[in-house]
Nanobody
């Protein structure tokens, strides 16, 4: 069973930055398509960014140009650099993984999930 552990969440003012990390219990993170999702109270889970393989990336329109997803093969970690944060980015952020290579932000396709890390952006 693949284990995912997120870290890096916290509270920040609007316009600030945070880096989320997800440690993956594998010796080859590039075997997996990885993604970040988020869920705000009272809202549905939303796909934020995904990375399939080494280079293929996709972002939600709401975060394009502000967030960057990346993999660190040396440490088997998935990262999310979040810049120019807005109050509407406030949510619980989850890391997810799947073996299939198709790039997707559909949460139903991801069988492996972390426990989440909270991001709060104040105005």
């Amino acid at each position: 069973q693949l284990k995912l552990v997120e870290s890096g969440g916290g509270s920040v003012q609007a316009g600030g930055s945070l880096i989320l990390s997800c440690a993956v219990s594998t010796n080859n993170v590039n075997r997996y398509s990885m993604a970040w999702f988020r869920q705000a109270p009272g809202k549905e889970r939303e796909g934020v960014a995904t990375m399939a393989g080494v280079f293929a990336e996709r972002y939600a329109e709401s975060v394009k140009g502000r967030f960057t997803i990346s993999k660190d093969s040396a440490s088997n970690t998935l990262n999310l650099q979040m810049n120019s944060l807005k109050p509407e980015d406030t949510a619980m952020y989850y890391c997810a993984a799947k073996l299939a290579s198709r790039i997707s932000l559909d949460s139903d396709e991801y069988p492996y999930w972390g426990q989440g890390t909270q991001v709060t952006v104040s105005s």
